[in-house]
């Protein structure tokens, strides 16, 4: 068993799992849909068990993920890439997809010349107009809880992130400090009506949010 594996055994059980592909069937249908066209090529970077990408109505859908596993969560209408992110990226051709989301990924990069690789070629594979969409711990909220979890290595605040954005060439729709909370093993109203009226409700991302959102366009 991988190191990967024996972490994510650890910190998921089944049961938590399940809970999670709940979550994301209420994230996906009364947040990310509004960003992601159902007609467009949507690529999950960094998929892991695939909550996001195996329940966002999409035309075409690609995971990449280092983890073979990545396979056996997705659906049959999921094109599975299993390599790491940039080699995974490589292999699509240019302006390829219209949407990347990119979901607690980038805070278990080694360090900020791998994350610009990889942003260089998000930019590459996506569509003019394509947008790149980031959730992930912001490190000026968490401050020491990013430390946590064994595999976070990369600490970014969301001003961090939107410049790295822009030094990639993405234009800026969308930069909120506060979203989701950190850890869904936090206070986060896990049961699907109050996950809806959470989403709703702007305030409670600054009273609970441990987690940045940022939204890129290729111009």
């Known amino acids: 068993m991988t190191i990967d594996k024996q972490i994510y055994r ?19 249908d009364h947040w990310f849909s509004r960003y992601v066209p159902a007609d467009s090529t949507t690529l999950d970077l960094g998929a892991g068990a695939c909550e996001f990408i195996n329940n966002i ?19 049959d209408d999921v094109t599975c890439i299993v390599k790491e992110l940039v080699e995974g990226l490589q292999t699509l051709p240019e302006a390829h997809v219209d949407r990347i989301v990119v979901s607690n990924v980038f805070e278990h990069m080694p360090d900020r010349e791998y994350l610009y690789a990889c942003l ?11 947008k790149i969409i980031v959730m992930q711990p912001n490190i000026r909220v968490v401050k020491e ?6 595999d976070h290595s990369l600490p970014l605040t969301e001003k961090g992130m939107a410049e790295s954005l822009a ?9 909120r400090a506060r979203f989701l909370p950190y850890t869904t093993k936090s206070r986060y109203p896990n049961w699907p009506v109050l996950v809806k009226l959470y989403l709703k409700f702007p305030p409670a991302h600054w009273l609970m949010g441990g987690q940045m959102f940022l939204v890129g366009c290729k111009e």
């Open 145 to 150: 809880r990013f430390y946590d979890y064994s």
């Open 167 to 175: 030094s990639s060439c993405f234009a800026l729709e969308e930069v």
């Open 57 to 75: 109505p999409s035309a075409r859908k690609y995971a990449i993920d280092h983890n073979p596993d990545v396979i056996n969560f997705a659906d």
């Open 120 to 130: 260089a070629e998000c930019y590459r594979v996506l569509k003019a107009g394509g």
């Open 10 to 28: 650890t910190r998921f059980g089944k049961e938590e799992m399940g809970g999670r592909i709940e979550l994301w069937q209420v994230l996906c």
